[in-house]
């Protein structure tokens, strides 16, 4: 793929928060984003579609829309919808919400994946972490590559554009992780004293 060329994003993964919302424009502007992804035929996968099945019995996140497929356990679904999504978009939130995009940057940075996380920055409900990332990213706590996974913009459209637009440049040392080799059958014991 040439570096000018725009990515196919076919699957979009989109995390929110669940609860009634004081802002009424983050309804507006998650509908907005349904339009849009309609529009440009772009799949939405969502938590709630996706769910664990203790979350799911106890109806503890509202009705699904669409299809839905139940899973054990809140790190499955993560799996899945990483599997079943190219990129991801974060609407406002919740911890929930934070714990998703953060997963999911976290694996980018140990080059699990190389998908990137847009925050819809409605009202600049982002500002704050977009500062925190900067400032992590200022006093090396996180590679270039952790801090360019998070992509900002105000409407669905300019998401979409530059969701398209992305080119992943891999931290050197995270590039060179396989993953594919899995983990070994021989168990090693680790020495985990501290020397006093």
């Not at 609860?19 to 992804?37: D, H």
Request: with cysteine; proline share 5%.
């Amino acid at each position: 793929m040439e570096e000018n060329s725009a990515r196919q994003v076919k699957n979009i993964c989109v995390f929110c928060g669940t609860k009634p919302r004081k802002n009424a424009k983050f309804v507006e502007v998650a509908n907005n984003l349904s339009r849009v992804l309609a529009k440009r035929k772009i799949h939405l996968v969502y938590g709630r579609g996706i769910i664990p099945t203790a979350l799911a019995e106890r109806n503890f996140v509202g009705k699904t829309i669409g299809e839905e497929l139940r899973l054990p356990t809140m790190q499955d679904r993560i799996w899945k919808m990483l599997d079943n999504s190219d990129d991801f978009i974060a609407l406002p939130g919740g911890i929930g919400t934070l714990e998703e995009n953060f997963q999911i940057a976290y694996w980018a940075q140990l080059n699990i994946h190389h998908k990137p996380i847009g925050l819809l920055n409605i009202d600049g409900f982002f500002n704050k972490l977009l500062a925190f990332l900067n400032q992590v990213r200022e006093e090396n706590f996180i590679p270039h590559s952790a801090r360019q996974i998070f992509i900002s913009a105000s409407t669905a459209e300019e998401m979409i554009d530059k969701l398209e637009d992305f080119v992943y440049k891999p931290n050197p040392v995270a590039a060179q992780i396989d993953w594919s080799k899995g983990s070994s059958s021989k168990k090693r014991k680790l020495d985990l004293s501290l020397p006093l």
